[in-house]
């Protein structure tokens, strides 16, 4: 939003068959069972012409400043909260009608369907229309990895779906949200990003595109796809070469990763902590060194690295390492010669969505290292025996096998 406009709006009739209208598509995933029936945990996008948007009658923060800016600020400020009016669809001959949708459980993208309006009175609130393509999201978790790589999916695939490069579209936040770090990763990956209370007002968009909430994406929870998906292996690729192009795998590089506490939004409370701390990261990190000849481990908390330079390193890594959490989501653009190790506390190892994840990816290897007698809120004491040889066999993937000695 805000780029471009100063057209007018878009011309609702299509064909000589009627107006337009705001029109909703549906992906069900095929086998998908669930209690609330088939399509429960779809995957929908819907486009409206003409969005007509009042932020008179929208109440959400402005976004965007360092989260020790606004300590204390309740999250409520931070949603994107609208009064009866505040968005209409207009069309030119008569109001457009707007598909109505049920999904389960209701999320952001129900309410802006069943409160949008079909009209074909201009709105005063518009003083400039933008005529490019608007990709509109509400994050939830905006400063976890894992929460960001399911919008990032929900936003890929969308973006294949109307056949729309990077550059030819805009992205509008629909939140208020804090600075977060993976910012980066949004706008690098989907150019122009905005905070929609940061748009110009009287800014109105003649073609509007609300995205699913990421847990509906093709990689989202319960409906992760248990077998290798295409788009998904784009997407991971497409990051990859976003930010790590010219970055070459290091065939003995072993990269743990750790855990720390980060402000990462305005309620947390101080002092910060962090579940899941390896307590004894250097001594697995000597361990493998002294084991493993050439080998070289490199212990990091990835809260300490920008994303860019997150990605680099996990690109050029031969193995990853680290405790179940967020993190776990760079298994997405690993090479295809590397292999992911997650370490799962005892009373997590029924949480399988990273496996599901490595499964659609059909990218990389993927083996699971299950602690016993540890807790998801304690630290974590990794045995070395346990880790040293996966970590071993992780570095021989891929390896050509070694050629039989020659005959007496």
């Known amino acids: 939003g805000g780029g471009g406009g100063g057209g007018a709006p878009t011309a609702c009739t299509r064909n000589g068959a009627g107006p337009g209208h705001m029109r909703c598509w549906r992906r069900v995933l095929a086998g998908h069972k669930s209690r609330h029936g088939p399509k429960a945990f779809s995957s929908v996008v819907c486009l409206a012409l ?9 109440s959400v923060a402005k976004g965007g400043k360092p989260p020790d800016a606004v300590m204390g600020r309740p999250e409520v400020a931070e949603k994107f909260v609208t009064q009866p009016g505040a968005l209409s669809a207009m069309c030119d001959k008569q109001p457009a009608s707007v598909q109505r949708l049920l999904m389960f459980p209701k999320n952001y993208l129900q309410l802006i369907v069943d409160g949008l309006q079909g009209t074909t009175t201009p709105s005063p609130a518009c003083t400039r229309w933008e005529s490019r393509p608007t990709l509109f999201y509400a994050r939830n978790e905006y400063a976890n990895l894992y929460r960001a790589v399911l919008a990032w999916t929900a936003m890929f695939e969308v973006t294949k779906l109307f056949g729309l490069a990077r550059g030819e579209f805009d992205v509008v936040w629909l939140d208020g949200h804090a600075l977060s770090p993976l910012d980066e990763g949004w706008r690098g990956l989907f150019g122009k990003v905005t905070h929609v209370a940061q748009v110009p007002r009287g800014t109105c968009y003649s073609q509007a595109v609300f995205v699913t909430p990421g847990p509906r994406s093709i990689i989202g929870g319960d409906q992760g796809c248990p077998r290798p998906n295409p788009l998904v292996t784009s997407f991971g690729l497409y990051v990859a070469n976003t930010f790590a192009s010219d970055v070459q795998l290091d065939p003995l590089l072993v990269v743990l990763m750790i855990r720390k506490p980060y402000l990462s939004h305005p309620r947390l409370k101080l002092p910060l902590k962090a579940s899941r701390q390896i307590d004894n990261a250097e001594e697995l990190q000597q361990a493998i060194e002294r084991t493993i000849a050439g080998s070289t481990v490199k212990v990091v908390a990835m809260a300490d690295l920008s994303f860019r330079d997150q990605v680099r390193l996990v690109r050029s890594a031969k193995v990853l390492v680290g405790a179940h959490g967020a993190g776990m989501a760079h298994m997405l653009w690993l090479k295809a010669e590397s292999t992911v190790i997650e370490m799962i506390p005892a009373d997590l190892t029924g949480r399988i969505h990273f496996r599901k994840v490595i499964s659609s990816h059909a990218v990389g290897r993927y083996e699971a290292l299950e602690l016993r007698n540890t807790a998801k809120s304690g ?25 039989p000695p020659p005959p007496p």
């Open 379 to 403: 630290k974590l004491h990794i045995p070395t025996a346990q880790l040293v040889p996966k970590v071993a066999a992780a570095l021989s993937f891929g390896k050509a096998p070694s050629p």
């Open 50 to 58: 003409n969005l007509q948007l009042d932020m008179n009658k929208v």
